[in-house]
């Protein structure tokens, strides 16, 4: 059965790890993050974004997909299923599907409007026994057409959005979507610290976790992250696994062209990435 995020996020934020929250695009990453959670005994969040909720041809599809595999897969460690940046009209559309988390992306909104929305869904979202997350500060890079520039968040600001009651934060301390580049700064401790200092023990969600390097990771950890969203580090995995696949001329050679063939070295890839993530974020065993 699907849980709420917020059980082992504060759990997470206690015990000073991080649970990992893969995107999922299909079947195949959806079992693909599943197996790597089971086998690690981590507990594991599964993001959507809209563009990827469109894809699976709306969310009804995904909530029934992933509450059959939970069921065939015989999953026992904690699973949420989460709106990965959603509009009000998306994060609405996810609670009547039956998701059991949401993330609420109002910081393109003037902060009195993201306010009134966010309450609006706090109350909406625990009134079902979900979870909520709220953002503060753009996350920079482009998400499923979401775009906005890595500025670090208003510490002041990040206390009186946690203080609506949503069950983690994510913040922007420069982080971004997809790749860095090559002269990135880095992760604003600084900011980082500011907000934690002031919002106490809100777990913080840290995005575009593609390509940090490991101690940011950690000392992330250490100041109070305990959700690190990875979505691209996957897909290039895949997309490389898949690519030697055909490069070898493997899909000519007897059923290879079968997709269940074609797509297995891509999946087990994404299985060994999430699996090398959860080690870095300290949630093996955590379940
Ligand atoms: P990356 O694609 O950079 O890993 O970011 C994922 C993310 O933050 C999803 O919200």
Request: net charge negative.
């Given at each position: 059965?699907?849980?709420?995020?917020?059980?082992?996020?504060?759990?997470?934020?206690?015990?000073?790890?991080?649970?990992?929250?893969?995107?999922?695009?299909?079947?195949?990453?959806?079992?693909?993050?599943?197996?790597?959670?089971?086998?690690?005994?981590?507990?594991?969040?599964?993001?959507?974004?809209?563009?990827?909720?469109?894809?699976?041809?709306?969310?009804?599809?995904?909530?029934?997909?992933?509450?059959?595999?939970?069921?065939?897969?015989?999953?026992?460690?904690?699973?949420?299923?989460?709106?990965?940046?959603g509009?009000?009209?998306?994060?609405?559309?996810?609670?009547?599907?039956?998701?059991?988390?949401?993330?609420?992306?109002?910081?393109?909104?003037?902060?009195?409007?993201?306010?009134?929305?966010?309450?609006?869904?706090?109350?909406?979202?625990?009134?079902?026994?979900m979870?909520?997350?709220?953002?503060?500060?753009?996350?920079?890079?482009?998400?499923?057409?979401?775009?906005?520039?890595?500025?670090?968040?208003?510490?002041?600001?990040?206390?009186?959005?946690?203080?609506?009651?949503?069950?983690?934060?994510?913040?922007?301390?420069?982080?971004?979507?997809?790749?860095?580049?090559?002269?990135?700064?880095?992760?604003?401790?600084d900011?980082?610290?500011?907000?934690?200092?002031l919002?106490?023990?809100?777990?913080?969600?840290?995005?575009?976790?593609?390509?940090?390097?490991?101690?940011?990771?950690?000392?992330?950890i250490?100041?109070?992250?305990?959700k690190?969203?990875?979505?691209?580090?996957?897909?290039?995995?895949?997309?490389?696994?898949?690519?030697?696949?055909?490069?070898?001329?493997?899909?000519?050679?007897?059923?290879?062209?079968?997709?269940?063939?074609?797509?297995?070295?891509?999946?087990?890839?994404?299985?060994?990435?999430?699996?090398?993530?959860?080690?870095?974020?300290?949630?093996?065993?955590?379940?």
């Amino acid at each position: 059965m699907l849980v709420s995020a917020k059980a082992m996020l504060d759990k997470a934020k206690a015990g000073h790890y991080a649970v990992g929250a893969f995107n999922i695009n299909n079947l195949e990453w959806t079992k693909a993050i599943l197996t790597a959670a089971q086998e690690c005994k981590s507990p594991v969040i599964l993001n959507v974004s809209e563009g990827a909720g469109k894809y699976m041809t709306g969310y009804r599809t995904v909530v029934g997909m992933v509450n059959g595999m939970l069921e065939e897969m015989n999953i026992s460690v904690p699973v949420a299923l989460h709106l990965d940046h959603g509009s009000y009209e998306g994060c609405m559309k996810c609670i009547a599907a039956g998701f059991s988390s949401v993330m609420f992306d109002g910081s393109h909104y003037p902060i009195e409007e993201n306010v009134e929305k966010t309450k609006e869904l706090v109350a909406l979202t625990h009134g079902k026994g979900m979870s909520i997350e709220a953002e503060v500060g753009g996350i920079g890079g482009e998400e499923d057409g979401v775009v906005s520039s890595g500025e670090c968040a208003d510490p002041e600001e990040c206390k009186m959005v946690a203080d609506l009651g949503v069950d983690m934060l994510a913040a922007g301390i420069g982080n971004i979507h997809g790749k860095y580049p090559a002269n990135w700064a880095g992760l604003s401790f600084d900011t980082l610290d500011a907000i934690q200092k002031l919002t106490g023990d809100m777990p913080l969600v840290l995005h575009g976790g593609t390509g940090i390097p490991a101690d940011q990771i950690k000392k992330a950890i250490s100041l109070g992250v305990s959700k690190i969203n990875v979505n691209t580090e996957c897909q290039i995995a895949f997309a490389e696994a898949t690519r030697k696949y055909v490069e070898e001329g493997k899909d000519l050679q007897g059923k290879g062209f079968d997709p269940r063939k074609l797509l297995k070295p891509g999946s087990d890839a994404v299985v060994a990435c999430v699996k090398e993530k959860m080690e870095l974020f300290g949630s093996v065993g955590k379940a």
